[in-house]
């Protein structure tokens, strides 16, 4: 099992033990705000479950009918993540709208907030290791999931927040209204990570500093050349693909183009890892005097 694979385990695990904390929390309540506190960590736990068997997807190594990989699985995950958050916002605008029209008063708000806390720290951690992880493991589901987390650490804090005011006021319309704002941020949450995670499965490109970076160690590392054009980029889970055109003298021979090739690799790997160059060579009279000239 790799790291990532333990990691989204580790996220099951803590999961199923927030879900209960808040589950009863709001049992002991009968707080709709914490009713939707809970049921995002349902989410929680079905989307940590699927970033896991997207994970040991993506670790399969590349076969005949996947010559590139599987990595697009945990783009795949990400989606499916974010539409389980849109649907948990639309149950929660649900439940608040009938506690607002008629709403009760709440029973050991003190042992149901404190409750809802605990599993409030616990996934705020979490959230920061999952973030960490996923950046150094270049791993889109661990990144999604972490953010997942945040959000919830937030929603969270905005839920304990209504509560409490309900609970100190009387004013017992306080809590669907936190409840409501609760389904507000985790509309957004959902709907930002399907966004940005149709983007990996439209081959995006990387940020536009990381291009220009590869651009400059092109530039600087394929002495010999005369120029490179066509440059594209793009994202597939844990890997990033490039390809370009690269032109040389005509009189050149293959051997010593085919050194400049393996500059310009090692150049770029000792960078930027998990990259799969593909370098098209061509004659001078194939230069087109608008691609990356070299230095």
């Not at 349902?42 to 989307?47: I, M, P, S």
């Not at 940005?196 to 651009?215: F, H, I, K, Q, W």
Request: aromatic share 6%; proline share 4%; hydrophobic share 55%.
């Amino acid at each position: 099992m790799s790291r990532g694979e333990r990691i989204a385990l580790g996220t099951v695990v803590l999961g199923v033990l927030v879900l209960g904390l808040k589950t009863a929390g709001w049992w002991l309540t009968g707080s709709v705000a914490l009713y939707s506190d809970a049921l995002e960590s349902t989410v929680n736990v079905a989307a940590s479950l699927i970033a896991l068997g997207a994970l040991r997807l993506a670790a399969k190594p590349a076969d005949a009918n996947h010559p590139y990989g599987h990595d697009k699985a945990e783009f795949f995950a990400a989606v499916i993540e974010g539409v389980l958050i849109i649907i948990a916002a639309m149950s929660i605008f649900h439940q608040a709208w009938l506690s607002f029209r008629a709403p009760r008063p709440l029973d050991m708000p003190a042992v149901g907030l404190a409750l809802n806390g605990l599993a409030t720290v616990l996934n705020a951690i979490w959230a920061v290791v999952l973030e960490r992880a996923g950046r150094k493991l270049r791993s889109p589901a661990l990144v999604a999931d972490g953010r997942h987390l945040l959000s919830d650490v937030v929603t969270s804090v905005g839920v304990a927040f209504g509560v409490g005011l309900a609970v100190v006021t009387g004013v017992l319309i306080l809590d669907p209204i936190a409840a409501a704002a609760t389904g507000v941020y985790v509309l957004w949450s959902g709907l930002s990570m399907v966004s940005s995670s149709v983007g990996g499965l439209m081959d995006a490109a990387p940020e536009a500093p990381v291009v220009s970076r590869v651009r400059e160690l092109v530039a600087e590392s394929a002495e010999g050349a005369i120029e490179a054009h066509d440059l594209r980029m793009r994202h597939a889970g844990r890997l990033t693909f490039l390809e370009f055109h690269l032109v040389v003298p005509g009189a050149m021979s293959v051997a010593e183009a085919h050194q400049i090739c393996d500059r310009i690799e090692d150049t770029l790997r000792s960078e930027m890892s998990h990259l799969m160059i593909t370098i098209h060579v061509e004659p001078e009279e194939k230069a087109k005097q608008h691609g990356v000239p070299v230095l």
